[in-house]
């Protein structure tokens, strides 16, 4: 005979982990939606895992979110996406993972997190530590600190479709 906690536990259990699997809000400990960020500047040690493992690297769709006071999160979230979009651009059809790739990763990772520095400016709110630098302080500043420097994905995870971000354009003269 099953007791009516031991049913209430089990149902309990069942909606945490549901609730995992379906890609609604993970929290850290303060609360706060976990998205790692910023993401790692593109090297040659990097750039196969960018390339071939993306598809379990988090993305962040609108369900991810609390309905208010995540504005914040959100950006950082949106960054990451557009970043994951472009680095698909810049990946595809590739077997060999040349200077150009690296390259073209490179211009995405540093348009996308210019972007979102500009996003950060519009906003009532202070923004991200990194987006005062310039140049090249700024990139050292992005790639310092690195929650997943060498882009490995999280086990067990396949991330849900996103929107492709339209506003990258790779320039192979800049290589």
């Known amino acids: 005979m ?3 906690g031991g049913l209430a536990g089990f149902w309990v259990i069942a ?3 549901l609730r995992g699997v379906t890609g609604e809000t993970r929290t850290n400990s303060l609360g706060e939606p976990d998205i790692p960020f910023p993401p790692a500047r593109p090297t040659t040690q990097n750039i196969v895992a960018i390339c071939q493992q993306g598809q379990g690297r988090p993305r962040y769709p609108d369900s991810f979110f609390p309905s208010s006071r995540v504005s914040h999160f959100r950006r950082l979230g949106k ?3 557009r970043l994951e979009s472009w680095y698909t651009l810049c990946c595809s ?3 060999q993972y040349s200077t150009q790739v690296i390259c073209c990763a490179e211009q995405a990772w540093k348009q996308a997190l210019s972007q ?3 996003e950060e ?3 009532m709110t202070r923004a991200y530590e990194c ?3 310039r140049g090249d302080a700024r990139w050292t500043c992005f790639d310092s600190e690195l929650p997943n420097p060498n882009y490995d994905p999280t086990p067990g995870y396949t991330a849900p479709s996103v929107p492709r971000e339209a506003g990258f354009i790779f320039n192979p003269h800049a290589c």
């Open 121 to 123: 400016y519009a906003t």
């Open 2 to 4: 099953i007791s009516t």
């Open 15 to 17: 909606l945490l982990a």
């Open 79 to 81: 960054a990451v996406n």
């Open 131 to 133: 987006c005062a630098d």
């Open 93 to 95: 059809g590739q077997t």
């Open 116 to 118: 979102f520095c500009v």
